[in-house]
């Protein structure tokens, strides 16, 4: 089963709104990640945010985590078309801290 | 090259051959991540490697999937007698240590098996 699950699975929104996407996990973590994925290339890390952490900024990127909940949201503010691609969370599972992903969810940014 | 470069870019395949795919970390980087991503899915974690040791192999589907590395550079994921269902897109990264967050992907094989 997925550690990370990301919703909604697709979101579609006009250019200049903001998204909204969640990811809530199972297991104690220490840190959750965001990762961007455009159509057809690797992921790109966005965004890291530790355990103490409850809220983080970079850009038109807001992280928000919610230990008690186990949760995450990224906020995408005033997004534009180039926005438009799979957003993925991932928590270090495991002895070794490898990262699992979510199934990711699929943003479409209209002009 | 200053990012995660892999190859080939496309591989097709007949069933029932062995692949072979390369991944040239960013230099530097110890630890080093195979994961495979099916058309429309997140991604699936195959093996870590610390410097030339993998001491985490549990996402290796089956015993016809195996990987290696060259010391702290180059790694290859071999597939022998290829299945339909191994068609995907693997993805290899690389980052200074474990643990310490960021991984540095590179753009990936995607490989069809016939």
């Known amino acids: 089963s997925q550690q990370g699950e990301e919703d909604p699975q697709a979101l579609s929104i006009q250019e200049g709104e903001n998204a909204t996407m969640n990811c809530s996990y199972k297991?104690?973590?220490?840190?959750l990640q965001w990762y961007r994925q455009n159509s057809g290339r690797g992921l790109v890390h966005l965004i890291l945010?530790?355990?103490?952490?409850r809220e983080k900024h970079s850009g038109r990127l807001r992280v928000t985590l919610d230990t008690s909940k186990k949760s995450s949201s990224l906020l995408i503010t005033a997004s534009r078309a180039a926005d438009t691609a799979s957003y993925f969370c991932?928590?270090?599972?495991?002895?070794?801290?490898?990262?699992?992903f979510g199934k990711g969810i699929t943003l479409s940014v209209r002009p | 090259g200053a990012g995660v470069s892999q190859s080939p870019s496309n591989k097709v395949t007949e069933k029932g051959k062995d692949v072979e795919l390369r991944c040239d970390p960013i230099s530097g980087h110890t630890a080093l991540y195979w994961y495979r991503q099916r058309l429309g899915q997140g991604l699936e974690f195959l093996i870590y490697?610390?410097?030339?040791?993998?001491?985490?192999k549990s996402g290796l589907p089956s015993d016809r999937f195996s990987a290696e590395r060259t010391g702290e550079s180059v790694s290859t994921l071999t597939i022998q007698r290829t299945q339909q269902e191994d068609s995907a897109v693997y993805l290899c990264?690389?980052?200074?240590?474990?643990?310490?967050?960021?991984?540095?992907f590179g753009e990936g094989s995607r490989l069809t098996v016939l």
């Open positions: 990264a690389s980052s200074p240590q474990p643990n310490t967050g960021e991984l540095f």
């Open positions: 490697f610390q410097g030339n040791s993998a001491p985490d």
């Open positions: 945010i530790r355990s103490n952490e």
């Open positions: 297991t104690s973590i220490n840190n």
């Open positions: 991932a928590t270090p599972t495991g002895a070794n801290s490898k990262l699992t």
